[in-house]
């Protein structure tokens, strides 16, 4: 009489002779664990699943050499009248004299590191725990999945519920000092729109550049999802709060564009210092426009 159960796939056969002893289900983890099908290959899928994974882990991989090198370098960040937004608000006084972009000396004499150390915590802590940013690398490095419907190699998750990753429910406190970094990158783009005597009225391609990054920065930040939650989370009639209702639209337009705006501010921020970088060494002269 059958019992309605599937059968369980590592019990041995009607000649008692299957190998070595089946591991308890109760044991069992992860894709092997009761309440999973009983499915042998790894995944089914027929298309090149690795190359989303592949490509992510590539992008990310290369922007982190690049802003390890451009941060701890502490040098060529500035070039009249654009600063790097790696270096800026420049906290420290070890800082080049410049008057473009703040220069508060907060942390005094005794940081001998790179300036840009002291506030790039900031904006990598709000991209480090960012949602989509966790599904890029979760995938991408960790394997947690590789890909939808592809077992991942770990036999079991925890989740965000320990040490290192229960750092992720910071995100929304990253948002605030994001919105600073922000602001500050928003005002040094002002100050690009003057000439290398400090003279209003002038657009270079920097200009166009720095210009560029600030708006992508601004879209990635606002339509972030703790963004969404702040502008109208916790609100039970939107019809009593017509404001915060428009906004929650607006931002939840934005949210659907969220990974495709994390890919451009991320571009557009390396290819600012890279581009105040080349300038500060000479390799060439900054074009100007009018």
């Not at 796939?9 to 983890?29: D, K, L, V, Y």
């Not at 270096?87 to 001998?112: H, I, Q, R, T």
């Not at 394997?143 to 991942?152: I, L």
């Not at 009225?201 to 920097?206: A, I, K, P, S, T």
């Amino acid at each position: 009489m059958t019992t309605g159960t599937d059968p369980d796939p590592t019990a041995s056969g009607p000649s008692g002779t299957s190998g070595a002893p089946p591991e308890p289900r109760a044991a069992r983890r992860g894709v092997a664990s009761p309440p999973r099908a009983a499915i042998g290959a790894a995944h089914l899928r027929t298309d090149r699943w690795w190359l989303s994974p592949a490509a992510t882990a590539a992008g990310l991989l290369a922007f982190v050499v690049y802003s390890t090198w451009r941060a701890f370098s502490g040098a060529d960040y500035y070039a009249a009248p654009y600063v790097s937004p790696f270096y800026s608000p420049c906290l420290a006084e070890n800082c080049v004299p410049m008057k473009a972009g703040p220069n508060w000396a907060l942390f005094g004499d005794w940081w001998l590191l790179s300036p840009a150390l002291i506030i790039l915590v900031f904006p990598l802590g709000f991209r480090l725990t960012c949602y989509y940013y966790r599904k890029a690398y979760y995938r991408g490095f960790w394997a947690s999945p590789p890909a939808c419907a592809v077992a991942e190699p770990h036999r079991r998750y925890t989740g965000e519920t320990r040490f290192p990753l229960v750092l992720q429910n910071l995100h929304r406190y990253f948002f605030y000092p994001a919105v600073l970094v922000a602001s500050v990158l928003t005002y040094d783009t002002l100050l690009g729109f003057r000439d290398e005597n400090y003279a209003w009225g002038h657009m270079g391609l920097g200009t166009v550049i720095l210009l560029v990054n600030v708006v992508l920065i601004w879209l990635y930040t606002l339509s972030c999802h703790s963004c969404r939650h702040i502008v109208g989370g916790r609100l039970k009639h939107f019809s009593r709060h017509p404001v915060r209702y428009r906004l929650w639209g607006w931002v939840s337009r934005l949210n659907a564009h969220h990974m495709a705006l994390a890919w451009a501010s991320l571009l557009s921020v390396a290819l600012a210092d890279l581009y105040v970088y080349l300038l500060a060494t000479g390799v060439f002269d900054d074009p100007k426009l009018f």
